[in-house]
């Protein structure tokens, strides 16, 4: 997380969930331990960032309400599904 790659990473990320919304209203959470990012995150992407108050250990989640869309692509997830996957060997 403290690297110049996983900013890149979430500037890609956000990216892609704008290309989804499409023009539409687009609501985009990073982890309160990354808000010194969101000044350059948001100058590299043109999207303007939430600071979720739930913490998801890093990565961001990003909410198209009207096509009811939650693009989950947390740390918190991640992990989450490594362990179910896991489980399942």
Sequence with gaps: MSTSGYEDKLAEQILQAKEVADGTELVVYINASDEGKKESLESKTGVELSISAIDFIGGMRAVI????????????TKLAEEKEAYKMV
């Design 65 to 76: 309400r009207s096509n009811n869309i939650l693009i989950d692509n947390s740390f918190l």
